[in-house]
């Protein structure tokens, strides 16, 4: 493929599915530049409505998700039950950024994806800083967590 202009290949890695898409960034330097020049992977990673909100009550044991059905796109299930811990106790959403979800457990925190239903369990919290989660999936694939000290 190192024979084909650049915009043969990119009519050609468009057609992939988002993962191939992502993973295709990997095989040539070129071919990332095609991919990340043309924005191609852009409307696969970021979404361009919202599919759901997740809400902390205070009078309700844990977050809701309110979302609306949809034909189109596979439902996000709002049940955070495969979470450590999630159905004992009220256990808040502190953040969220670009699909991701900051979930705090008795001062452990966890990122969450709740589309894929995966979790990563972070180190304990520092009660005299706020976390904050910040993810860009169009830059990288992975998460930051970085803690503000709290105002008194």
């Not at 043309?38 to 979302?67: K, M, T």
């Amino acid at each position: 493929m190192e024979a084909l202009p650049d915009d043969v290949l990119a009519n050609i890695v468009r057609r992939f599915q988002a993962c191939d898409l992502a993973a295709s960034r990997c095989v040539r330097k070129a071919w990332r530049a095609i991919v990340d020049a043309r924005g191609l992977l852009l409307p696969h990673v970021l979404p361009h409505s919202v599919h759901g909100i997740f809400v902390n009550y205070i009078d309700y044991e844990r977050p809701h998700c309110f979302s609306r059905p949809s034909a189109q796109k596979p439902m996000i299930d709002g049940n955070l039950d495969f979470l450590p811990s999630y159905t004992e106790d009220f256990n808040p959403i502190v953040d969220h950024c670009n699909g991701l979800l900051l979930y705090e457990n008795y001062n452990v925190l966890y990122v969450v994806n709740p589309t894929t239903r995966q979790w990563d369990r972070l180190r304990c919290k520092d009660v005299d800083h706020h976390p904050y989660l910040a993810f860009d999936p169009a830059v990288s694939p992975h998460h930051e967590v970085f803690f503000n000290p709290r105002h008194t």
